[in-house]
């Protein structure tokens, strides 16, 4: 079954750190470039899913969106068919449903997890 599972999301303090995974299965992870979104709390479903991440295939070249950039690293283990995100220093704001997404061929989404932020 072609699938993205994210864990890792949950409860971490202003300041926190907190590791999100995205297990990919039923297709070659390697060959593909992938992404991390998330969507904050209160946004209708249709509406646009702000892109954090990303990561090529091979793992050399990376960007981050503006308001994570400094503070979430983005990795892959493609022996593991694996996508992480590191959140360091983290903020009210980061608070969200994250998302990976499968980048290229048919649009492939995980199903979330959610990371919440408060003392």
């Known amino acids: 079954q072609v699938q993205l599972v994210e864990s890792g999301g949950g409860l971490v303090q202003p300041g926190g750190s907190l590791r999100l995974s995205c297990v990919a299965s039923?297709?070659?992870?390697?060959?593909?470039?992938m992404r991390w979104y998330r969507q904050a709390p209160g946004k209708a479903p249709g509406q646009a899913r702000e892109w954090v991440a990303s990561i090529n295939s091979n793992g050399d070249i990376i960007n981050y969106g503006a308001s994570v950039k400094g503070r979430f690293i983005i990795s892959r283990d493609n022996t593991k068919n694996t996508a992480f995100l590191e959140m360091h220093n983290v903020k009210p704001e980061d608070a969200a449903v994250y998302y990976c997404?499968?980048?290229?061929?048919?649009?492939?989404w995980g199903q979330g997890t959610q990371v919440t932020v408060s003392s």
């Open positions: 039923g297709f070659t992870f390697s060959s593909y470039d």
């Open positions: 997404r499968r980048w290229g061929g048919n649009d492939l």
